[in-house]
């Protein structure tokens, strides 16, 4: 019998589920308000997901009302709520010695 290996024990990244990538993605956007111009290519890096993805990802969260448009890319309240209180329970199961997972097992 073969055994294969997790994606995380070969070196790639464990698929991230929406959650994660919200918050991730506020973050980055949070960091890059005070520059200039948002740069789409470098929040793309910084990301890690593919270029269409990340529009995807931008119309939703404009859509649920994290971001104020597509093109400033400013978080709204809401969105500064969302990624005060992710940033939160990250650092909650952190201390608790827990990891998150997007599968239930």
């Given at each position: 019998m073969v055994q294969t290996k997790r994606m995380d024990e070969m070196g790639k990244t464990p698929r991230r589920d929406?959650?994660?990538?919200y918050g991730d993605l506020l973050s980055v956007l949070r960091s890059?308000?005070?520059s200039e111009k948002v740069v789409l290519t470098h929040i793309q890096v910084r990301l890690n997901v593919p270029f269409d993805r990340l529009k995807n990802?931008?119309?939703?969260?404009?859509?649920?009302?994290?971001?104020?448009?597509?093109t400033s890319l400013k978080l709204t309240q809401?969105?500064?709520?969302?990624l005060q209180e992710y940033e939160r329970i990250v650092d909650f199961m952190n201390r608790m010695g827990l990891t998150y997972s997007n599968k239930l097992e």
């Open positions: 929406k959650l994660r990538i890059e308000a005070y990802y931008i119309i939703e969260l404009k859509n649920l009302g994290l971001i104020e448009d597509e809401k969105g500064k709520q969302y």
